[in-house]
């Protein structure tokens, strides 16, 4: 049976503003979306790559596709801007860019999202068109 994403987000909201469940990341947010729309199931958290211990957060070995929800975080405190995250970081972002380099060596699509495009649903739209063309 197929769920409407508007019913995942609406699920993802209310068990996120339960006072005794933990607010789900937006990784947690899109598996959900990935299973209510019976996309294949994706392997979280593969390790790719033969020496580096890099890891994608979902991967379908078997198409050679990845997908990365980056983790910047960007909020105003007293009227300024600031951001925090791995990604937030000139080393970060260079050890991010090595990683989908060697990727893309190796033969991986690496499809790469923020955490709006997972709130929006635009995640799961990507995605659903890039898995469909590699559906036999």
Request: proline content about 3%; hydrophobic content about 45%.
């Given at each position: 049976m197929r769920v409407s994403r508007a019913w995942a987000r609406q699920l993802e909201q209310s068990t996120s503003t339960r006072k005794s469940l933990p607010k789900p990341s937006q990784e947690d947010a899109l598996a959900l979306h990935i299973q209510c729309a019976a996309l294949p199931v994706p392997v979280r958290q593969y390790h790719f790559h033969p020496?580096?211990?890099?890891?994608?957060?979902?991967?379908?070995?078997?198409?050679?596709?990845?997908?990365?929800?980056?983790?910047?975080?960007?909020?105003?405190v007293n009227g300024r801007t600031q951001t925090s995250g791995r990604h937030a970081s000139i080393t970060g972002l260079r050890e991010d860019c090595r990683k989908y380099n060697a990727a893309a060596t190796l033969g991986w699509r690496v499809i790469r999202v923020t955490q709006d495009m997972v709130r929006s649903g635009e995640?799961?739209?990507t995605l659903e068109s890039i898995l469909a063309g590699c559906r036999p």
């Open positions: 020496t580096r211990q890099w890891r994608f957060d979902f991967a379908w070995p078997d198409q050679r596709i990845a997908c990365e929800v980056e983790g910047l975080v960007v909020r105003k995640a799961l739209t």
